[in-house]
């Protein structure tokens, strides 16, 4: 099968430091990828190349068989890729529709074209189809955003990625700032993205949830890759010792009991 | 996890922060939605008793509601723009100053054709098209200043104030533009209807030669600039709560990068934004203008606090992403029946500066209040 998307060498530097050195990354339809490392492993920077925020400085990308050269966040999300970062870029004063259509409200003629209202009730509808979809379950679509508890809102987030044909889900610890129930439901909401063909990529320190979620595990260590399992077929303390590097490991004797499935450490 | 699963763990106390139930926050919700509404009530009580106690004076007379409305009219034509102003996170410290700008600027114009005996109806014309066109000049540049140079709104338009302050001075000589043409008073000053009891209906004029006992008899309805000024509010009222546009003004306010990331033109909309609240203050200065016959720099010297107090009042939040035209009617109005009340209580006119000062004070404090409680 080919994969959905196909990272190759890709490479980036920031002045004299090597962020990303020659990562290579693919990711299949129906999978979801978990991506782990250290702080400073260089996750985010190839996750922003992925989704048009850097632009690589070596390496190249493919989007379903296309050579892709995303110049902007903007031409990444054209082509389906959405990013959701952890503050979620939702409007808290808004309501779940409005959210899900921001900057990408649909109208509807008042005088002709000439003047034009927002088409409140066909905003409204479909996003209760695509809540439902997902197997959502939010309070009125008329609450304001704020009211809605962090898994809700993570929740609401995913709605608007789906609705606008996102193919490729990037998520960068989405389930930091939630409580153990709220974790539980976004997982949940990952699983249900994949199997409707949505693959994912994940990035956590917590590995419990990666194991949780996860196909496929892919490791970063100081800008390079250093390890790729199926998750499956490994267990949490050899990724761990992949993440912090074999030799640490050998010297302290014992995992260090921090890093172990490491809960909502700071990115 | 099934739907019904998700109901209960939703419904269950979960590890998450504390979060007040939702009926709970509901009530906090309304009690900030109607607090401005209940104040406006208690607030008429209060006058009218005080005014039927002290002085023996009808305090909900039509002729004094009718007063208050036109002294309103004011202070909800420069809020209406900083409504939107303030809706994103911003504020517009030069309105009052754009207002007089646009008085001298109109005036100065209906003043030179009402010199050359041009026709009414161009010389009014003429001399609000200038008025208004002058408005969008500060409106535009703070809209730029704020939007693509990122200068701070507080200091930007205040700055701005200034030197619209200096230049309408230059224009004006630092004289009332006063020699208007008399039918700019009638516009002005004039209503809509006349009612005769017994004898008819007159649109926008008294009967011709009526005599001075005549003319106390007649009931005039509907102020001429408060119609000018609910056609003015309904239009603001559906840009901000109906348009596409009226909807990035909230999402900027309510969150400022996630507008930038959704695709929101949020610079130009900024700009647009600060161009309208210019030009509402445009309309303001023509309404002066008309009123006291008139063109003056510092017509609305008092205007900005009135105006931002009304907007906070109505429930719109310094920190962005709240408030409505409905709110800001509501603290147009409670600031209008303070100043009017005061003067028919016959309380020295400057402690109505302290009024207003304190009650947008008082504003901001229950708006700050909800924030934390609603956290």
């Known amino acids: ?267 | 996890m099934t739907t019904k699963e998700y109901e209960e763990s939703s419904s269950s106390a979960t590890t998450e922060p504390a979060a007040p139930t939702r009926t709970g926050l509901e009530t906090l919700e309304m009690l900030r939605k109607v607090w401005a509404w209940a104040f406006l009530v208690l607030l008429i009580v209060f006058f009218t008793i005080a005014a039927k106690q002290l002085n023996d004076t009808n305090f909900l007379s039509a002729r004094s509601i009718q007063g208050i409305l036109v002294y309103a009219t004011q202070i909800v034509l420069v809020g209406l723009g900083q409504t939107l102003v303030i809706v994103t996170a911003g504020i517009d410290l030069s309105v009052g100053w754009t207002l007089g700008l646009a008085s001298v600027v109109a005036a100065m114009v209906m003043q030179a054709l009402y010199a050359s005996n041009v026709n009414p109806v161009l010389t009014i014309a003429a001399g609000a098209a200038a008025g208004l066109a002058v408005s969008l000049i500060p409106g535009w540049l703070n809209g730029w200043l704020v939007a693509k140079v990122k200068v701070p709104p507080f200091i930007g338009t205040l700055g701005m104030g200034g030197v619209v302050t200096g230049a309408a001075f230059l224009l004006s000589g630092g004289y009332p533009i006063a020699q208007q043409p008399p039918y700019l008073g009638q516009l002005g000053n004039g209503y809509l209807l006349y009612i005769w009891p017994g004898h008819g209906v007159n649109f926008f004029s008294p009967p011709d030669n009526l005599a001075s006992e005549q003319l106390r008899e007649l009931i005039p309805i509907m102020p001429n600039v408060v119609f000018i000024t609910i056609f003015v509010v309904l239009a603001c009222w559906f840009i901000l709560s109906q348009t596409q546009f009226g909807q990035h003004v909230y999402a900027i306010g309510g969150n400022f990068e996630a507008a930038v990331r959704s695709g929101i033109p949020v610079r130009r909309t900024l700009i647009w934004i600060y161009t309208l609240c210019g030009l509402l203050s445009g309309i303001a200065g023509i309404v002066w203008a008309a009123r006291f016959t008139s063109g003056a720099a510092n017509a609305g010297e008092t205007t900005t606090l009135t105006a931002v107090a009304a907007v906070v009042i109505g429930g719109a939040s310094l920190f962005g992403g709240e408030g409505t035209i409905g709110g800001t009617l509501v603290g147009s109005l409670i600031i209008a029946i303070i100043q009017f009340g005061l003067v028919i209580l016959g309380v020295v006119p400057f402690w109505q500066y302290v009024a207003v000062g304190t009650v947008v004070i008082l504003a901001v404090i229950v708006d700050q209040l909800g924030r934390t409680l609603g956290k």
Do not use: C
Not at chain 1, 210 to 228: Q, S
């Open chain 1, 1 to 267: 099968m080919e994969p959905l998307l196909r990272a190759v060498n890709l490479t980036k530097r920031f002045g004299g430091l090597t962020a990303v050195n020659q990562v290579s990354l693919d990711v299949y339809r129906g999978e979801v990828v978990g991506l782990v490392g250290d702080n400073g492993a260089g996750k985010s920077t190839l996750i922003k190349m992925i989704s048009g925020v850097y632009q690589p400085d070596g390496g190249e990308i493919e989007f379903d068989r296309q050579k892709m050269a995303l110049n902007n966040p903007r031409e990444a999300r054209t082509i389906g890729i959405e990013t959701i970062y952890q503050d979620l870029a939702l409007a808290e004063n808004l309501d779940v529709s409005s959210n899900i259509f921001l900057g990408r409200e649909v109208k509807k003629p008042f005088i002709g074209n000439v003047v034009q209202t927002m088409d409140r009730r066909h905003m409204r509808r479909e996003s209760a189809t695509v809540l439902e979809r997902l197997g959502i379950d939010v309070p009125p679509l008329l609450q304001q955003t704020r009211n809605l508890s962090g898994g809700q809102r993570q929740a609401v987030a995913i709605a608007r990625a789906i609705y606008w044909n996102a193919r490729l889900m990037i998520m960068d610890e989405p389930t930091a700032a939630l409580g153990v129930t709220e974790q539980r439901k976004v997982l949940m909401l990952v699983r249900t993205l994949r199997d409707q063909g949505v693959p994912v990529i994940i990035i956590s320190h917590n590995m419990q949830d990666i194991f949780a979620v996860a196909d496929r595990i892919v490791v970063m260590r100081r800008g390079l890759k250093v390890g790729e399992r199926k998750a499956a077929q490994t267990t949490a303390d050899e990724i761990v010792s992949l993440m912090v590097g074999a030799e640490v490991v050998r010297e302290m004797g014992v995992i260090p009991k921090a890093l172990e499935g490491a809960n909502g450490a700071p990115a």
